[in-house]
């Protein structure tokens, strides 16, 4: 059902990452304040509602691609940004594990929230990929949701979530990683991290963000038998009552360099 990063979209919705008119959230202006972007070839990796190529733009890079799977996504990153800066922009439909970018090509690859709608087996290709495009000298910003604490109320929402889309497709919606994983993971492909930071702390999971995740429940559901179905359907509109809002967890940002520059 979901391909891979076609649950993106959802974690632009959380933590107050959600903006579609045409604002620049606060965690990825922060993500990308100590970044050179002007003047700069620019790579948003898992584009969702293109926050962060709305980011880069703003920053004065030269050239952005918006890479995303998902053709609904694609449609909101052109509309969102409009024609003013058109000139600018790429938005690319394509798998993140084979990109159409030629190699070496990209100055700077921020994936924002895109990690933790990851399933562990994806991380090392993407990550190879992305590698792939950027230039010999280039950066690369990870942004995304540390493990919630283990006493988290939205845990068990995240938990149904993973469920209902492991019975439909096998796969999970949701893998929280520690930054010291993704410090490996990048690692291993050549790059250096050079600051990590915090951007939420708490993270602000209001009920509309539950909601979202909610709805996500309700899609899996919609593709089983009503007995199956119904129940999960129900189980998440009662977490999500219950929850109501809550503030927990972090999401940090990580800034790597390429090792061989």
């Not at 003047?39 to 880069?56: H, K, M, P, Q, Y």
């Not at 290709?125 to 988290?152: F, N, Q, S």
Request: with cysteine; charged share 20%.
């Amino acid at each position: 059902m979901a391909p891979p990063e076609g649950g993106e979209y959802l974690h632009k919705v959380t933590a107050n990452s959600m903006s579609v008119n045409g604002d620049v959230p606060e965690t990825v202006t922060a993500a990308l304040a100590d970044q050179r972007v002007e003047g700069r070839v620019c790579l948003e990796a898992g584009a969702g509602v293109g926050n962060t190529t709305a980011g880069l733009l703003a920053a004065g890079a030269k050239r952005v691609y918006a890479v995303t799977n998902d053709a609904d996504h694609a449609a909101t990153v052109r509309d969102r940004i409009g024609d003013r800066n058109a000139d600018r922009l790429a938005v690319i439909e394509a798998d993140l594990r084979a990109t159409p970018l030629a190699t070496d090509s990209v100055d700077l690859v921020a994936a924002h929230g895109l990690c933790n709608v990851l399933p562990p087996a994806e991380l090392a290709p993407i990550a190879a990929e992305l590698t792939r495009v950027a230039k010999p000298d280039g950066c690369l910003v990870v942004d995304d949701y540390a493990v919630p604490p283990a006493d988290a109320a939205v845990n068990r929402l995240f938990a149904l979530e993973n469920a209902a889309a492991r019975v439909v497709d096998g796969r999970p919606v949701l893998t929280f990683y520690p930054p010291a994983v993704l410090v490996a993971v990048f690692a291993a492909n050549g790059w250096s991290v050079e600051r990590r930071k915090t951007l939420l702390n708490p993270v602000p999971w209001t009920e509309a963000h539950l909601d979202a995740h909610a709805e996500v429940v309700r899609e899996y559901a919609a593709a089983l038998p009503d007995s199956l179905g119904e129940p999960l359907t129900a189980m998440a509109e009662d977490l999500v009552a219950a929850i109501g809002s809550e503030r927990t967890g972090t999401m940090y940002s990580l800034a790597f360099r390429r090792a061989d520059a």
